[in-house]
């Protein structure tokens, strides 16, 4: 009786990590989803997620709760993470670089599948409070040399989600604080690929802010670059079309999202970054809707949106939703325009993201100064500014 109970305990951990790692397995072969296709989806490195699915590392708190979100699992393996007791840090390390790195890895895919169902306005506070504190020890010259590199490329990893966060919370000026850091920290690294992601940021931002020459330039810097990999030129064209489509460049700006698009047909080359995993044809369609709105086609736009919706996170249908209704008052689609704003309102409660309440306010102006709009339309307007006001 006695041995039983001492392997009981010192067997404990291993096996509760064990189930972990089966329900997991279970849950991801149940959604179709691959274990690379997940640690993508959630920014995590597919090597730590193997090894807890291997039960050969503790789930975090933070990476279950993320998993939970992405499976649709209802609190099942955050509830499995709980029951497991873990090591003092991962792999049995000391505290130090290696364990700041898991923690801030973990604490942003959290984070951001949060954003992705919720909006970026409750979260963005703490994914700057996890840069800040990261940077803290960077600048206060604890890190050793050996993992200098390493621990800044993570740092600027941190304040990419800060400034993505920050930016869908609709903090526009914080955003680039944080995606400037963030590019200068990548080249210290000698980070090439983050480098180019935080000029996509702030190719983003700009366009964001109706800023086409700004936007148009860093693209440009970006496709000036000697063997750029194809997933970034693609990028790269996606955001100098949304810019040449906001300085009224028809044929230059649908070159340039055709460019995207034809990028889309090539295979994943070995020279794209990791972090391109998100470019799709969603993301480059409803890119090329917005695009066309701006160049005065709201129905092609439309047509170009509504596509998207199926396959868009909850965020992402708020965004389809507002630029849908923007189009249908510009087309004076009425009872369309109608349908989607009482859709929007039932959003409003649910998802928290100061960028949609200001893309919101835009589009509730368009229906406000459409001719000819009935009276109904005007008044489900007016509630709406209403409740985004308040």
């Given at each position: 009786?006695?041995?039983?109970?001492?392997?009981?305990?010192?067997?404990?951990?291993?096996?509760?990590?064990?189930?972990?790692?089966t329900?997991?397995?279970?849950?991801?072969?149940?959604?179709?989803?691959?274990?690379?296709?997940?640690?993508?989806?959630?920014?995590?490195d597919?090597?730590?997620?193997?090894?807890?699915?291997?039960?050969?590392?503790?789930?975090?708190?933070?990476?279950?709760?993320?998993?939970?979100?992405?499976?649709?699992?209802d609190?099942?393996?955050?509830?499995l993470?709980?029951?497991?007791?873990?090591?003092?840090?991962?792999?049995?390390?000391?505290?130090?670089?290696?364990?700041?790195?898991?923690?801030?890895?973990?604490?942003?895919?959290?984070?951001?599948?949060?954003?992705?169902?919720?909006g970026?306005?409750?979260v963005?506070?703490?994914?700057?409070?996890?840069?800040?504190?990261?940077?803290?020890?960077?600048?206060?010259?604890?890190?050793?040399?050996?993992?200098?590199?390493?621990?800044?490329?993570?740092?600027?990893?941190?304040?990419?989600?800060?400034?993505?966060?920050?930016?869908?919370?609709?903090?526009?000026?914080?955003?680039?604080?944080?995606?400037?850091?963030?590019?200068m920290l990548?080249?210290?690294?000698?980070?090439r690929?983050?480098?180019?992601?935080?000029?996509?940021?702030?190719?983003?931002?700009?366009?964001?802010?109706?800023?086409?020459?700004?936007?148009?330039?860093?693209?440009?810097?970006?496709?000036?670059?000697?063997?750029?990999?194809?997933?970034?030129?693609?990028?790269?064209?996606?955001?100098?079309?949304?810019?040449?489509?906001?300085?009224?460049?028809?044929?230059?700006?649908?070159?340039?999202l055709?460019?995207?698009?034809g990028?889309?047909?090539?295979?994943?080359?070995p020279?794209d970054?990791?972090?391109?995993w998100?470019?799709?044809?969603?993301?480059?369609?409803?890119?090329?809707?917005?695009?066309?709105?701006?160049?005065?086609?709201?129905?092609?736009?439309?047509?170009?949106?509504?596509?998207?919706?199926?396959?868009?996170?909850?965020?992402?249908?708020?965004l389809?939703?507002?630029?849908?209704?923007?189009?249908?008052?510009?087309?004076?689609?009425?009872?369309?325009?109608?349908?989607?704003?009482?859709?929007?309102?039932?959003?409003?409660?649910?998802?928290?993201?100061?960028?949609?309440?200001?893309?919101?306010?835009?589009?509730?102006?368009?229906?406000d100064?459409?001719?000819?709009?009935?009276?109904?339309?005007?008044?489900?307007?007016?509630?709406?500014?209403?409740?985004?006001?308040?």
């Amino acid at each position: 009786m006695t041995a039983t109970l001492e392997t009981t305990v010192n067997t404990r951990g291993h096996t509760m990590t064990a189930d972990f790692g089966t329900r997991l397995r279970a849950l991801l072969a149940d959604r179709g989803m691959s274990m690379r296709g997940a640690a993508r989806a959630l920014r995590y490195d597919v090597a730590y997620l193997s090894r807890v699915v291997n039960g050969r590392q503790h789930p975090s708190a933070q990476l279950a709760a993320a998993l939970d979100e992405l499976l649709d699992a209802d609190g099942q393996l955050a509830a499995l993470a709980e029951r497991v007791t873990p090591p003092a840090c991962p792999d049995g390390e000391p505290p130090g670089p290696a364990s700041d790195i898991a923690r801030m890895q973990e604490s942003a895919a959290y984070l951001l599948v949060h954003a992705d169902r919720y909006g970026g306005d409750t979260v963005a506070p703490a994914a700057v409070q996890v840069w800040r504190s990261a940077q803290s020890r960077l600048d206060s010259g604890e890190i050793p040399d050996k993992a200098q590199r390493r621990y800044l490329a993570a740092v600027s990893q941190a304040a990419q989600v800060a400034g993505w966060l920050l930016f869908d919370a609709g903090g526009w000026d914080a955003a680039r604080r944080a995606f400037l850091e963030a590019h200068m920290l990548a080249r210290h690294a000698g980070d090439r690929p983050r480098q180019w992601f935080a000029l996509d940021m702030l190719a983003m931002l700009d366009t964001e802010l109706s800023r086409p020459g700004e936007t148009r330039r860093i693209a440009e810097e970006l496709l000036s670059e000697r063997r750029i990999p194809p997933r970034v030129a693609l990028l790269a064209h996606m955001r100098r079309g949304r810019a040449h489509a906001q300085a009224g460049d028809r044929r230059h700006a649908l070159a340039d999202l055709d460019a995207a698009h034809g990028g889309l047909e090539e295979s994943l080359h070995p020279r794209d970054p990791e972090w391109t995993w998100w470019v799709n044809h969603r993301e480059v369609t409803g890119h090329a809707g917005h695009a066309l709105l701006s160049l005065g086609s709201p129905d092609a736009a439309v047509r170009k949106l509504r596509s998207v919706l199926p396959q868009a996170t909850p965020r992402g249908v708020m965004l389809y939703r507002i630029e849908l209704l923007r189009s249908y008052a510009t087309a004076r689609a009425w009872s369309e325009a109608e349908e989607e704003l009482q859709k929007i309102t039932t959003l409003l409660g649910q998802i928290r993201s100061g960028r949609n309440r200001h893309l919101l306010q835009e589009a509730l102006r368009t229906v406000d100064a459409a001719s000819g709009a009935p009276a109904r339309l005007l008044a489900l307007s007016g509630e709406a500014a209403a409740s985004v006001a308040g």
